[in-house]
């Protein structure tokens, strides 16, 4: 019943099910409430994991979304983890630069998820920056060029 709206924010989903693109099920953008996609999402989602799949979704960048869309991706993953038979199979990766999020979207919706522990499992991973000898070595390995071209590129 939600996939339909769906299609208009993921335009494959008809290539998954056969029959989803109908013209006259579909509710326009207009149409569709933010409560409506967060169901739509969290149902689909749950579909998929109910069908013994394992699903990662990753969102970079996260310190720069906008308070809908980050209140969205915050309640879809509060709606999953309440699916207690299938949540562990579906593994969440945010990714963001943690000295940008002060007096941000996301540092509200961050401590909102850190408050939903009940429901969800959160893990806090800081990475050190990259060398420039670190980028120049992936390059090398992944391009197959000596040192003395990748030098530059890093």
């Not at 939600?2 to 693109?21: E, I, K, N, Q, R």
């Not at 109908?22 to 409560?35: G, H, L, N, P």
């Not at 809908?68 to 990766?93: D, M, P, Q, W, Y």
């Amino acid at each position: 019943d939600t996939l339909p709206s769906l299609v208009d924010f993921l335009p494959s989903l008809p290539l998954l099910f056969d029959g989803l693109y109908d013209e006259t099920s579909r509710q326009t953008k207009a149409e569709v409430t933010e409560f409506q996609l967060i169901y739509s999402i969290s149902k689909f989602i749950q579909s998929l994991l109910e069908s013994d799949r394992l699903i990662m979704i990753c969102c970079d960048d996260l310190q720069w979304g906008d308070k809908t869309a980050l209140s969205i991706v915050s309640e879809v993953l509060v709606n999953i983890g309440s699916f207690k038979h299938v949540c562990s199979r579906c593994l969440f990766v945010g990714m963001f630069r943690h000295e940008e999020i002060d007096d941000t979207p996301f540092a509200i919706q961050y401590s909102y998820l850190q408050m939903m522990t009940n429901n969800i499992n959160t893990a806090e991973m800081k990475l050190s920056n990259l060398s420039k000898k670190d980028i120049g070595d992936m390059l090398m390995a992944e391009l197959g060029l000596p040192w003395r071209f990748v030098t530059l590129l890093g």
